[in-house]
């Protein structure tokens, strides 16, 4: 299966990103691509959503998984191709600004064309949103192609991590699954034991793969969870006790909820809701 996009370059770079072409191939062993250095003026990402495939860089050649990526600047040399035993489901953009490469290259991304993948979901569903609005209106809607083309660069780069051979994104996928249900019973008292036997991991691996999935430790996840809560109930109900309102988020005391909340919002519970109450709905 293939699909793919390909759109005209724009002259001036009128946005600070640009898509050049979108695409994705499955089940096609004969994918194989060579560029000499030079050849291509745009950046290039791909990520393996199945299968595997093989990257060459430096005479040495890297086998790559489900949630690996790879991702090449303009005008570098670049030698990537599927496995034929078992061909990978790779998904790419190309795409082109003023400003990107400088974007890149501030948050590190110069240092490695491998990466692999905290989360493949996000990623998937960023791309596609792209692919699905290059092929449905080409390049009718600019603004809303540019802002697609910038979410995939974004995701990209919340989820990319320095490549693990043979690692990517099958570890942290077990955490992912149980995020929904840990923030729906963030108001109960966290048992960190009961968590880590869902994910089927010891405490200290579940500790592991959840900052890998979430870049943060299950408790701050939970506490972050908690908050929004309280804010929310802040907000909905102005009437009701802040000593409640800390119990139904899951805190023992009123005097702790307004702790954790100054550190994270910078104010008390109390001045939230009077903040709120003096100007109105926050809309």
Avoid at 42 to 64: C, D, P, Q, S
């Amino acid at each position: 299966m293939l699909r793919q996009s390909h759109l005209p370059t724009f002259p001036g770079h009128r946005y600070f990103c640009f898509p050049a072409s979108v695409g994705l191939y499955r089940d096609y062993p004969e994918h194989r691509v060579y560029r000499a250095q030079g050849s291509l003026n745009e950046f290039n990402l791909h990520f393996v959503a199945a299968g595997k495939g093989y990257v060459e860089l430096g005479g040495r050649v890297h086998t790559l998984h489900k949630g690996d990526a790879f991702l090449f600047f303009p005008y570098a040399e670049q030698s990537y191709y599927s496995s034929e035993d078992d061909p990978w489901d790779i998904r790419w953009g190309h795409f082109y600004g003023d400003k990107v490469k400088e974007f890149l290259i501030e948050r590190g991304f110069q240092r490695s064309t491998l990466w692999s993948l905290r989360q493949l979901k996000p990623l998937e569903d960023a791309h596609l949103a792209l692919l699905q609005e290059a092929e449905e209106h080409a390049m009718l809607h600019e603004t809303k192609l540019s802002a697609l083309t910038y979410a995939f660069i974004v995701e990209f780069m919340n989820q990319a991590v320095p490549y693990a051979s043979g690692g990517g994104v099958r570890t942290a996928e077990r955490i992912a699954e149980l995020l929904p249900e840990i923030r729906r019973k963030a108001t109960e008292p966290f048992d960190l034991a009961y968590w880590a036997e869902r994910a089927g991991v010891s405490v200290h691996y579940f500790c592991k793969l959840f900052r890998k999935a979430t870049r943060m430790t299950p408790l701050a996840f939970v506490t972050l969870c908690r908050l929004q809560y309280g804010k929310q109930r802040l907000m909905e109900d102005p009437d009701l006790p802040v000593r409640q309102i800390a119990l139904e988020a899951g805190y023992p005391s009123a005097s702790y909820f307004d702790k954790r909340f100054r550190e994270h919002e910078g104010m008390t519970p109390t001045e939230f809701r009077e903040l709120y109450r003096r100007t109105g709905p926050f809309i």
